[in-house]
């Protein structure tokens, strides 16, 4: 299999490096307008092929993954001139198939739109996808190469803006609260740095308590609000404050 991934950015590079962390066999093929990141990445990965074209990188490519600007898809789609039987991957935000489809000029041409996070960057991406004109195989070709990366979803396109407000967007949310729980230690006395790691580590357990136990939060939280403890407390004082609330707008601002 052969992959090209035009842009060599924070996703780009991410996208680079975990697919040639993967156990897969396939040809990676990156390319940037500049060579300072197409030289860390070949530092890191000899068998990472880097090139400065962008045309030279998708010829022949089965996958042509375009991590770019949003602004610049258009462009680079009339530059390499995707053709039948490639498979064309946008992490662009905001553009849909159907638009993707017209810049390349190509009706029926395969295309799959794929929002990850930047936990992509240490393999624990939350990465959605939708598809169009791909049949089953595709679509699992390209959940397989995301998966290596972290967990994959696959949701039809009109709920892409809700599922990335809800993870792409989320993460930020999810980083707000270990900065803003750090801080309310660093006021009680402990220090930043131990803080950080404590509040980080507390997150990672909630999360995997319902990833790997299929359960639901509020059961979660019933187990640690023991009655006249303190943790039931703090979580009424959240609700009164409008914790919840607050995170519910966030995302419904972030999808519009």
Known sequence: MKIAIIGAGNMGGAIARGLASSTKEMTITVSNPTTNKLKKLKAEFQAIVTTTDNRTAAKDADIVMLAVKPWLVEQVIKEIQPVAGQVLVSVAAGISTEELEAMTGQLGITIFRAIPNTAISCMQSTT???????????????????????????VPEKQMA????????????????????????IELGVKPGVGMKMVAQSMKGAAELILQNETHP??????????????????????????AAALINAVKIAAK
């Open 128 to 154: 959605i996808i939708a598809s169009r004109n791909a049949i089953a195989a595709q679509e699992e070709m390209i959940v397989s190469l995301f998966s290596d990366m972290g967990l994959t979803f696959v």
């Open 162 to 185: 809700a599922a990335t407000a809800m993870t792409s967007c989320g993460i930020a949310y999810a980083l707000k609260y270990i900065q803003a729980v750090t801080q309310a230690g």
């Open 218 to 243: 509020a059961v979660e939280i019933e187990k640690v609000c023991t009655p006249g403890g303190i943790t039931i407390k703090g979580v009424n004082s959240l609700e009164k404050d409008g914790f």
